[in-house]
């Protein structure tokens, strides 16, 4: 019975904190695939003009994004959004 009560806190302690590291560890990778594979049902603008389906106020969108390729009308016709998600790349003109 002396055996047991020798083995106090620092015999379990590694062990705790290592489960709750690997807890932590689990839950935030988990965490971040769930919102990645959410991420392309999401409507970006829930709340401005939404019976316009396209907003656009005082500047004109072709001056600012002249390349533009329509690649959100798929994704405004899937969520009923009027703004699609905005992805700019570097192109590589060689």
Not at 13 to 22: D, G, K, N, R
Not at 65 to 71: E, K, L, Q, R
Not at 74 to 88: F, M, R, S, V, Y
């Amino acid at each position: 019975m002396e055996t047991v009560k020798s083995i106090g806190t620092s015999y379990y302690f590694p062990w705790v904190t290592t489960a709750i590291s690997v807890s932590c560890a689990i839950y935030l990778i988990l965490k971040q695939k769930a919102a990645r594979d959410s991420d392309n049902d999401r409507v970006i603008n829930p709340d401005i003009d939404k019976d316009n389906p396209k907003v656009v106020h005082s500047f004109d969108a072709e001056d600012l994004f002249p390349y533009c390729d329509g690649a959100h009308k798929p994704h405004n016709k899937a969520t009923g959004d009027n703004l699609g998600p905005l992805n700019i790349n570097k192109r590589n003109n060689k």
